[in-house]
């Protein structure tokens, strides 16, 4: 499930992502299929945020243009 913006959530399938698909990151993603726009998606670590906490970032999979931080 994913909630966002506007309290629409979305329900779907998910998948590990492959080596190719983490590029240079390291750590856990996962793929979120056919999700957002009906387009793949995914989710990783947000590193480059300075506020303390754990944050992810989910990113449209094929550009990775498109992108969504988590609030907390």
Do not use: F
């Amino acid at each position: 499930m994913w909630a966002v913006t506007g309290a629409q959530t979305l329900h779907g399938r998910w998948r590990k992502a492959t080596p190719v698909e983490m590029k240079d990151r390291g750590g856990d993603q996962i793929v979120l299929l056919k999700a957002k726009g009906d387009w793949d998606w995914i989710v990783y670590q947000d590193r480059e945020n300075p506020l303390p906490g754990d944050r992810i970032v989910v990113a449209e999979i094929t550009t990775r243009q498109v992108k969504e931080r988590s609030k907390s």
